[in-house]
DNA sequence: GATCGTTTTGCAGTCACTGCAACTTTGCAG
DNA sequence: CTGCAAAGTTGCAGTGACTGCAAAACGATC
């Protein structure tokens, strides 16, 4: 009874988990991120407050909803695109794959993310603070993807450009969810890829 | 006996800031940054943890040494370009001559810093999440001389890629210092300027 | 040297987070 | 179904960062 890769176990150690990153980001939202303690969200996903740390290293994490498989996937899908896409492209559509994928499955959670991130901007700097080793990961298939040494500046700026341009998109999204935040994404990532030496024509509509 | 800008309160405050600066970024170099306690660094700045908290918001801020002057003093600098440089230059020369200060006043410091940030290259994204204030007023100055509305996305991202720049600057002069830090900043926010769309050419010497 | 504003300090308290050692649940085999 | 091993959960005791408050020490001013 473990042939689909998913026992009873699996089953519910997933159910825990986004029990408790539900009620992180539920209760995060509606009182506030700092007036909701560790044991309040504990006993909201009905579980100890030890297992919760046994499920996420910090508060700010259980927030965010970290998913230690997002690095490998968006790595995977950068070297699955064909030798003739550029690497700033295969990065660039991968990361746009994984949010697009994201908001699909959990848009609710994102709404209620961003109520809490208007208050607190520093938890989204936060969150990638954590996030070193899957940078490395995404790095290092732009790296291999381009051709470049190890040492090499490009891959880990391109990478880290990624993180500035998701930043930004969330903050632009938090004030007017009327456009989508791929398309943010989508929009900074390209201003890195064209540079920022020229201040880009301004447009009446939107900003 | 107050004019000079500098009175006995003013000088004790600032060797007691520096003192814990200094002691903290010593013991963490020395131990490793999570085997200090504040009450340590406190009792080595001869000082009580309470007047620790009094000065540093937290035991990474200290680390980081995060002067609050540091923002307005880069955007005063961004503002007095004559007109004919551009948004970007003006940043990009603001931000550098603000590292050449820092370093011309703190090498040992920052060499020690480097040691701990290897171990834990977390702290040095860490340290980016309380500067959101500073961040907007260097975003506001650059969008004032663009020319831009307080809405656009271009003086945001210009700033975030500048925090990513100094990022990966610091990753790469950990691993070896023989170019200078001020350097290493320049050439990713070269890149950043050019745009990240093409992989630069790979130049045999260095990285 | 009395007074006023500022800084330092101690203290009590809250909360995130950890290691450890029991205890419970699940998976599997006999 | 039973017993056993592995995995997961829990409570507990402890550490350490950080906060608010009120008293004490200190520096500037007259």
Redesign the pocket.
């Known amino acids: 009874?473990?042939q689909p890769g998913e026992?009873?176990?699996?089953r519910?150690?997933r159910r825990?988990r986004a029990a408790l990153e539900r009620a992180t980001v539920r209760l995060a939202a509606e009182r506030g991120y700092?007036h909701?303690?560790?044991?309040e969200i504990?006993a909201e996903a009905?579980?100890?407050?030890?297992?919760f740390?046994?499920?996420?290293?910090?508060?700010?994490?259980?927030l965010i909803g970290a998913d230690p498989e997002a690095g490998p996937r968006i790595a995977e899908r950068i070297l699955a695109f064909p030798p003739e896409v550029s690497p700033f492209d295969a990065y660039r559509r991968s990361v746009l794959a994984e949010i697009t994928d994201e908001l699909d499955n959990a848009r609710d959670l994102w709404l209620l993310r961003k109520e809490v991130l208007m208050q607190r901007p520093d938890l989204l700097v936060r969150a990638f603070a954590n996030s070193a080793e899957s940078e490395q990961l995404l790095a290092n298939a732009v790296g291999q993807r381009a051709g470049l040494p190890e040492s090499h500046v490009y891959p880990r700026l391109l990478v880290a450009a990624g993180s500035a341009a998701f930043r930004c998109a969330v903050t632009r999204w938090a004030l007017d969810d009327s456009v989508a935040l791929g398309d943010l994404v989508g929009e900074a990532l390209g201003l890195f890829g064209t540079g920022l030496a020229h201040v880009p024509h301004h447009h009446e509509g939107g900003s």
Do not use: G, Q, W
């Not at 909701?36 to 044991?39: G, S």
């Not at 009905?46 to 297992?51: G, K, Q």
């Open positions: 009874m473990n026992s009873l176990r699996d519910k150690k825990t700092d909701v303690t560790v044991e504990a009905d579980v100890s407050v030890r297992t740390f046994n499920y996420f290293a910090s508060k700010d994490e259980a």
